[in-house]
């Protein structure tokens, strides 16, 4: 009886238990299809990334002895769309059942959801056997709380998981957080590890793609491709930032410069959302480089703190709010999204060097994403669905299960606070404190107002003043008010 087993684009986890023995009976179905492409405008590279990494697994696997149905997006009998694709090969193979793994995005897991009706097939749903918790844990945790904070859940983690523990159970070094130690600008040294994350050639993919008439934004670069595309090479680059970047990472991980673009970040994120390599070997691997000396706690903390913390959480947030999370919009804003966020031609140097580079390499580090763009979009008041879809477009490592809480959430407060406990603005004094971006920018970062005044001066206190009646209750504010107050 042969059954039909779909894998995503966003599943290629070699280690998945469906892939410990080969079972002449099942049939691998794997697609690429217009639906996938098309629900926002992506980045070239990361529908590339996607596609070749697919191709890629798709090779071992049948390099292993599976049988894979694969459909590329030029393929004439491509239906284009999941449901449709997999009817198909269910016809073709005469199976008698259907099994998935758990989809990661709501939109994908609704249409799955309806696989049973439409194939007439017994259906299962497995884990994808990759994340540290099921998608209601992080609600169940917080069930009897009036305030969700990642912190009380990072605890619970680091206990329950036994990461960075004293034999007492203690944390490692004493505090549970070195946020305080991790906010230094970089002004140069200790210099920027060598990029060394493969080249590939991707041209023909880039090709279809183009023949499929697919629209995307920002530079293909498919002749000479970055992003790793198997675990073999994730894993490679994992061992390259665990020589070389996370001994910087802590110290440096909100600092920006104009030329060292990736500074001491891991650039892992694509590898960790296709699941090419897990979230928990991740975190062993630096405990055990820690264990080996020579690196601070305060850079392995931080680092594992956005994996087994971060990650984990906003997972938790998104299917505890979804479907409605993302029409939120706290401060009721409408503002298109300004030409200039697909071409990074501004004046404004900081959001030129952090758009254009996010066009460049379809990637920007944290700070960048929040404290630059995401900083500027709130202050003027952008649609945060429209700043959403330009978020879940640009980044390689955009899934909407990790993309919609940091962009809604954390950046643009669009939930009214629920992740984030305090809006996450800054006047220019921030951005030029930790970035280079304002030396040789058109405006002044210490001019408040009139000619050639940095435009974020005026913008944040403008939104402070105009969004009075939501925020003044919040006590993390009290200072900024209490500033505004004095201030004619
Ligand atoms: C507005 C906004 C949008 C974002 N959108 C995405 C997104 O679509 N996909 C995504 O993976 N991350 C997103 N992030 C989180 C973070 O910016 C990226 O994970 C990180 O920049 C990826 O680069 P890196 O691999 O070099 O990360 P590093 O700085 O090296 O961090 C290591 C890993 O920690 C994890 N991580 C770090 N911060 C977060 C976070 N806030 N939430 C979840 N995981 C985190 C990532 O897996 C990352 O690979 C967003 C952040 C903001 C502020
Ligand atoms: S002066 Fe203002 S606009 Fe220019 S780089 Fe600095 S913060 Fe950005």
Not at 88 to 106: L, N, T
Not at 109 to 134: G, I, K, M, N, Q
Not at 328 to 348: A, I, R, S, V, Y
Request: glycine share 6%.
């Amino acid at each position: 009886m042969t059954e039909v087993r779909l894998i995503l684009g966003d599943q290629l986890n070699e280690n998945h238990s469906w892939f410990s023995s080969v079972d002449a009976s099942v049939v691998y179905v794997m697609m690429e299809v217009r639906s996938e492409t098309d629900y926002v405008r992506h980045h070239a590279q990361k529908v590339i990334a996607i596609f070749a990494a697919m191709r890629r697994f798709a090779d071992v696997l049948r390099s292993t002895g599976h049988t894979v149905s694969y459909v590329t997006i030029i393929d004439p009998e491509n239906q284009q769309d999941l449901l449709g694709n997999i009817k198909r090969v269910v016809e073709q193979v005469g199976a008698a059942s259907f099994a998935y793994q758990e989809p990661d995005e709501y939109r994908v897991d609704e249409v799955l959801r309806t696989a049973a009706e439409y194939l007439h097939l017994p259906v299962r749903c497995v884990s994808s056997e990759h994340f540290l918790t099921e998608r209601s844990d992080v609600a169940e945790f917080f069930a009897d709380s009036k305030r969700w904070l990642m912190e009380r859940f990072y605890r619970m983690m680091r206990r329950k998981h036994n990461v960075l523990l004293t034999s007492d159970g203690e944390p490692l070094g004493g505090e549970w957080n070195y946020d305080d130690e991790n906010r230094g600008a970089w002004k140069g040294a200790p210099a920027e590890p060598a990029d060394m994350r493969p080249h590939h050639d991707h041209a023909e993919i880039w090709q279809q793609i183009q023949q499929a008439s697919v629209a995307t934004m920002g530079n293909a670069h498919a002749e000479d491709f970055r992003w790793p595309i198997d675990r073999r090479e994730a894993l490679q680059q994992l061992d390259d930032f665990l020589a070389t970047g996370l001994r910087y990472f802590g110290t440096y991980q909100d600092a920006m410069h104009h030329d060292s673009r990736r500074l001491f970040h891991s650039l892992l994120s694509f590898a960790l959302n296709v699941k090419m390599i897990s979230p928990l070997e991740v975190i062993r691997r630096v405990e055990q480089v820690y264990h080996q000396g020579g690196i601070d706690i305060n850079h392995v903390e931080g680092f594992i703190r956005q994996i087994l913390g971060w990650r984990e959480y906003v997972r938790g947030v998104y299917w505890a709010r979804m479907p409605d999370y993302v029409d939120q919009n706290f401060f009721g804003h409408t503002k298109p999204l300004p030409e200039w966020f697909w071409t990074g031609d501004t004046d404004m140097r900081c959001l030129s060097l952090a758009i254009g580079q996010s066009l460049d390499m379809a990637y920007a580090h944290h700070i960048q994403r929040l404290m630059i763009i995401g900083n500027y979009a709130l202050l003027a008041g952008l649609d945060p669905k429209a700043v959403h879809e330009w978020y879940l477009g640009i980044y390689i490592d955009a899934f909407e299960w990790v993309e919609l809480p940091n962009t809604l959430g954390m950046s643009q407060y669009a939930d009214g606070g629920f992740l984030a406990t305090k809006p996450y603005v800054s006047s220019a004094a921030y951005i030029n404190r930790m970035s280079d971006s304002c030396k040789g920018c058109a405006f002044d970062a210490k001019k408040k107002t009139g000619q050639g005044a940095c435009p974020f001066n005026a913008m944040y206190w403008d939104f402070f003043r105009r969004n009075e009646p939501l925020l003044r209750s919040n006590h993390r504010l009290s200072m900024v008010y209490r500033q505004l107050d004095r201030t004619s």
